[in-house]
């Protein structure tokens, strides 16, 4: 399951340190929190494994010299092109895990979801149908605005 955007903000943050003292460069040191923001945002519904991927994948192909800018703009390019495991449409047909739904969207954030493509935010909608007819219909964030009833 996807960590939250903090989790995932930290994380990012600590992988980033680490390719740091494993390669010598000082990536980590020219990016501030709200550029690590933007890349927690943009990679609402990647696991760990995949941040790190994304991480290792991009900060090798960088110059040691790269700037923030550089090295921001590669991080979210890679975040929109990588093929996630996870997708808000794999949690549709299960919707007996109402919980690990719940989670999942409570994870995400109302500016991540405006990100999302057209097809995860109806597939977002299937999910709070799921959890409105479950006993977790509290669970919804509130944020989400539900569809109105005719």
């Not at 945002?41 to 494994?49: G, N, S």
């Not at 989670?103 to 991540?112: C, D, I, K, R, V």
Request: aromatic share 8%; charged share 30%; hydrophobic share 40%.
């Amino acid at each position: 399951m996807p960590p939250d955007k903090k989790s995932r903000q930290q994380m990012i943050s600590v992988l980033i340190k680490k390719f740091d003292e494993e390669e010598g460069s000082g990536f980590w040191k020219k990016l501030e929190t709200k550029d690590l923001a933007a890349i927690a945002t943009e990679t609402c519904l990647f696991t760990f494994p995949e941040l790190q991927v994304m991480t290792y994948d991009v900060l090798q192909n960088l110059n040691k010299d790269a700037d923030k800018i550089i090295i921001k703009k590669k991080l979210l390019e890679f975040a929109k092109e990588y093929s996630r495991a996870t997708t808000l449409a794999s949690y549709v047909k299960r919707s007996h895990a109402a919980k690990e739904i719940a989670e999942l969207l409570q994870g995400l954030t109302h500016s991540e979801f405006a990100k999302l493509s057209a097809d995860e935010k109806a597939s977002c909608e299937k999910l709070v149908k799921i959890l409105d007819s479950s006993q977790m219909k509290n669970a919804v964030p509130a944020w989400f605005q539900r569809p109105a009833k005719a």
